[in-house]
C-alpha cells in the first residue's frame, strides 16, 4: 500500500518548479543577447561592420599616435588642413596648413561593397566552382 501511496505523490508532484523554468529561460535569453553583442563587436573591430560616415567637408587624413591617450591629427577641411592635438580632455590647434592641391592622377575610391558581394566572397571557396 506504501508504494501505491508513493506512486500518487510522485504523479501530482511538477517535475520541475515554475522558478527554476523561468531562471532557465531568462539565463538563455542572456548568453543570447551577450552572443549578438560580441559578434558585433568582433565585426566592428575586424572591420567588416563599416565605421560611420564622415562629414562631408571634414576628413582626417593623418593620424599618429604619441603617447597613450595623446595622438596628433591632420583634419583636412574645405579651405585648409589642421594640425591638431588630441588627448582624453582636450582639442588643441597646433598649426594651419595651406589646403591640399586636388591630384589628378589619384584614384577614385572603390565604391563600397553590398552585402551580397561580401556575402559571396566570404561563402566561395577555392577550387570549387560556382
Do not use: Y
Not at 529561460?25 to 558585433?40: D, F, N, P, T
Not at 573591430?45 to 593620424?63: D, I
Request: with cysteine; hydrophobic share 45%; charged share 20%.
Amino acid at each position: 500500500m506504501k508504494s501505491q501511496t508513493q506512486q500518487v505523490e510522485s504523479i501530482g508532484a511538477p517535475a520541475m518548479s515554475p522558478g527554476s523554468v523561468l531562471t532557465q529561460v531568462s539565463g538563455v535569453l542572456a548568453l543570447i543577447v551577450m552572443l549578438i553583442l560580441v559578434c558585433a563587436w568582433l565585426a566592428r573591430r575586424t572591420g567588416f561592420a563599416p565605421k560611420r560616415g564622415n562629414l562631408r567637408g571634414l576628413n582626417v587624413s593623418a593620424s599618429v599616435t604619441v603617447g597613450q591617450r595623446e595622438r596628433v591629427v591632420i583634419v583636412d577641411i574645405e579651405d585648409a588642413r589642421l594640425v591638431l592635438g588630441v588627448t582624453a580632455q582636450q582639442i588643441t590647434h597646433l598649426h594651419t596648413l595651406p589646403p591640399r592641391e586636388p591630384q589628378a592622377d589619384a584614384p577614385d575610391a572603390p565604391a563600397p561593397a553590398d552585402f551580397r558581394q561580401i556575402l559571396h566572397t566570404l561563402i566561395k571557396r577555392p577550387g570549387k566552382p560556382q
